[in-house]
């Protein structure tokens, strides 16, 4: 009772009210840029010219949003976005769905059915982590010609899996560490496989960390520009590419709102993302923190 008595004191009102007024003004910093960028996205460029960049717009217009996606030049071509925006999606899909289902069985193999040398394979995935990306252009790029992917699709598909192993497999590692081993070895003496226990057991109770998986490896991928401008093919560039070709582009007038819906765009899948599934995020990196 005395505990909470002290809680509802004038001085923890106060420290209270504070922390809330703190963490406020530090979102409204945070969300800044992104206000920024819908209200110069949504301006004609004569108000944008005017110089108000906080002010909202006189007249509400999404003639740049249209821009940039159909008729936007990017580089040679004046196709817009929506191009690479399906290039990104035709990349990040199966990359995120593959690299998901390996680092699975991964962790599956590394906990559950361990082997000599265990540790020392986990210790260099967990290496991979922390290789820098420009460590492997030189030795990706000879991989991808030596195997015929260079300049495609399946190409960039094949980087992003190999370089996203590490994290999904670090994360399934540490989440299946937490299931009981005595349910695996209930299911082998009933005569269960690797497979099958993989598929029966295992997999239904995965799903706070495969939410994890996905939602790092699509918002790597997505917002990937060092692989997309090493190894892409002019018909195969992602959308972060076609947008630096965008902002860049020195024909005509600099279209500001052009660039921002642009901008916007490009950052719209992973922001469904993150406010859609932000909190499964937390709590599937928690779900496997604590075993028993």
């Excluded at 030795?139 to 300049?151: D, E, I, N």
């Excluded at 299931?179 to 005569?191: F, H, N, Q």
């Amino acid at each position: 009772m005395d505990n909470v008595i002290r809680r509802r004191t004038p001085g923890a009102r106060l420290l209270r009210a504070g922390l809330y007024a703190l963490l406020t003004v530090m979102a409204l910093v945070y969300l800044l840029p992104l206000v920024v960028m819908l209200l110069t996205s949504i301006k004609p460029l004569e108000e944008i010219r005017a110089g108000a960049l906080l002010s909202l717009p006189d007249s509400l217009t999404f003639a740049a949003w249209a821009k940039a996606w159909g008729t936007a030049c990017t580089g040679m071509r004046c196709e817009g976005l929506s191009g690479y925006f399906l290039n990104s999606l035709s990349i990040a899909i199966p990359a995120v769905a593959i690299s998901t289902l390996v680092g699975a069985l991964n962790g599956y193999a590394l906990t559950k059915w361990r082997f000599r040398g265990a540790n020392l394979c986990f210790a260099l995935l967990l290496f991979g982590c922390f290789i820098p990306f420009q460590v492997v252009l030189m030795p990706m790029a000879r991989t991808l010609g030596w195997l015929g992917l260079a300049s495609s699709t399946s190409g960039l598909v094949l980087v992003h899996v190999v370089y996203g192993i590490a994290f999904t497999t670090l994360f399934f590692r540490n989440y299946y560490v937490s299931v009981p081993d005595e349910m695996i070895s209930a299911a082998k003496l009933d005569g269960a496989g690797f497979f099958r226990i993989f598929w029966r057991i295992l997999l239904p109770v995965s799903g706070p960390i495969i939410t994890v998986s996905v939602i790092w490896q699509f918002t790597q991928i997505w917002n990937d520009f060092l692989f997309g401008v090493a190894f892409a093919g002019f018909d195969s560039q992602p959308v972060t590419v076609a947008l630096n070709n965008l902002v860049n582009t020195s024909t005509g007038v600099k279209e500001y709102n052009v660039d921002m819906a642009g901008a916007m765009i490009a950052a719209l899948p992973t922001l469904v993302v993150y406010v859609l599934a932000g909190k499964y995020f937390v709590r599937g990196l928690t779900a496997g923190s604590v075993k028993g």
